[in-house]
């Protein structure tokens, strides 16, 4: 997320995600998705984010938001075959379908550790003994980002000003 929002819109962001998938929201989030089937192949990610209201209070940021979300299917997964955003939404969709629901916790790892959206079980909160599908998506903060392509361009202006 790093690349694509701000950090602090990224914690904002993860703050909504954990707040509106958790333990206290869960049979609502059942319901919903029984219902309207909100995280399924016929609705995007950013679709189904948006209507829930999992978007950053900073209008400015909303675009990148989405961006960001639009370009999850660009993510491996640790599943072999399948994109990072149809990884998300199937987590989702299972959590919520399981015949012992599951809360969601969202969490951000460095992408320069593993690029992969990853999803497992366990308990995110040291607090709480209770059990959460955790989806895990890679990102490269802003500062690494920023610096990595002032590098590339420089590599690339370097590159051209040789082959003159």
Do not use: C
């Amino acid at each position: 997320m790093g690349r694509a929002i701000n950090d602090g819109t990224t914690s904002d962001v993860l703050a909504k995600l954990n707040k509106r998938f958790a333990p206290e929201q869960l049979d609502e989030m059942v319901s919903l998705q029984k219902e309207f089937k909100i995280f399924s192949n016929k609705h995007s990610l950013r679709q189904s984010f948006a209507l829930l209201g999992i978007v950053p209070d900073d209008q400015a940021e909303r675009p990148r938001w989405f961006n960001f979300l639009d370009k999850l299917h660009t993510y491996k997964s640790d599943l072999a075959g399948v994109k990072g955003d149809d990884q998300v939404i199937n987590a989702l969709a299972a959590a919520f379908e399981a015949k012992k629901p599951l809360p969601v916790f969202f969490r951000v790892h460095l992408a320069s550790e593993d690029d992969r959206i990853t999803v497992t079980r366990g308990q995110p909160v040291l607090f709480s003994h209770i059990e959460y599908s955790i989806i895990s998506i890679p990102v490269t903060p802003a500062a690494v980002a920023r610096q990595h392509a002032a590098e590339t361009a420089r590599k690339r202006r370097v590159e051209k000003k040789s082959k003159k």
